[in-house]
């Protein structure tokens, strides 16, 4: 069974990346087919894959760390339901991943060690809008909520501020930690044509990319930011980006990200 302190701490050490990747107030199955997919993602780290069927659904990710069962160099085999809904995504170490919905949309993501459950995200709506995300860990069969983030939208549909919510075992409930403001370009986000799978692993996808993330306190206090500058390929899409993370009284830290399509 894995050990439910370690996955709290990779929530936390991965949680930057989350808030980086959310927002979205449209289902992705609007997104015209012509459009590029996706094939592999790296953040310089990490690389993620995409593998799909000849109908353009997705059919595998393989990732070299992944971010729920923590293991590095699984492939998820992808099992769709009716209208291109995601059923259940197993993992090749065991891992299974039960999506359900709700009026049509993403409502809980069950993850399971072999038959162990061991988390669970919850998705809330105003009509089609996600309002908030709330991740919880199984402790003794009880899911108990450990980090929320709150969605505030643009007219545009990307989000532009996510209020962050964790627990603390002193109160035993989820108490505010912070927020994030974000800030986008106008091209393409390759990642929004993947839908629910992306709320499953990294929060919902961006219409557009984002450039900046400003990350501040509980009390208002800035804390870090993260400005990201893209280049693009004659459609739109980013081909690679430099990412620059800067945390208060810290030098900068700079990543690069890459994109390949098919």
């Known amino acids: 069974m894995l050990n439910t302190q370690t996955l709290r701490q990779s929530f936390f050490a991965t949680l930057l990346t989350l808030l980086v990747f959310s927002s979205c107030t449209k289902p992705v199955d609007d997104v015209p087919e012509e459009r590029l997919q996706l094939t592999e993602f790296s953040d310089g780290s ?15 990710i393989i990732l070299s760390n992944d971010p729920v069962s923590l293991d590095d160099n699984v492939t998820y085999t992808v099992k769709h339901l009716n209208q291109g809904k995601i059923d259940e995504l197993t993992g090749s ?29 919850d998705y809330a709506y105003n009509g089609n809008v996600l309002r908030s995300s709330t991740i919880s860990m199984i402790e003794n069969n009880t899911a108990v909520p450990f980090f929320k983030g709150e969605f505030t939208f643009t007219s545009t549909g990307n989000i532009s501020r996510t ?30 044509t993947l839908g629910d799978v992306v709320k499953v692993f990294w929060q919902v996808a961006p219409v557009n990319n984002v ?45 690069t990200l890459t994109y390949k399509y098919q």
Do not use: C, H, W
């Open 46 to 60: 990490d690389v993620t894959r995409f593998e799909y069927n000849t109908d353009r659904s997705l059919k595998k």
């Open 93 to 121: 170490n065991g891992t299974k991943i039960k999506l359900s919905y709700t009026n049509g949309f993403l409502s809980k993501a069950e993850a399971f060690d072999g038959t162990i459950k061991i988390s669970q995200t």
């Open 163 to 192: 209020n962050a919510f964790m627990y603390n075992p002193l109160t035993n409930r989820l108490e505010a930690t912070g927020y994030v403001n974000k800030q986008y370009d106008t091209k393409i986000n390759p990642f929004a």
């Open 211 to 255: 450039t900046k993330a400003e990350y501040f306190n509980a009390t208002g206090q800035p804390e870090e930011v993260v400005q990201t500058t893209y280049t693009y390929n004659a459609k739109g899409y980013p081909v690679s980006a430099t990412m620059r993370e800067t945390e208060a009284g810290q030098p900068p830290v700079t990543a």
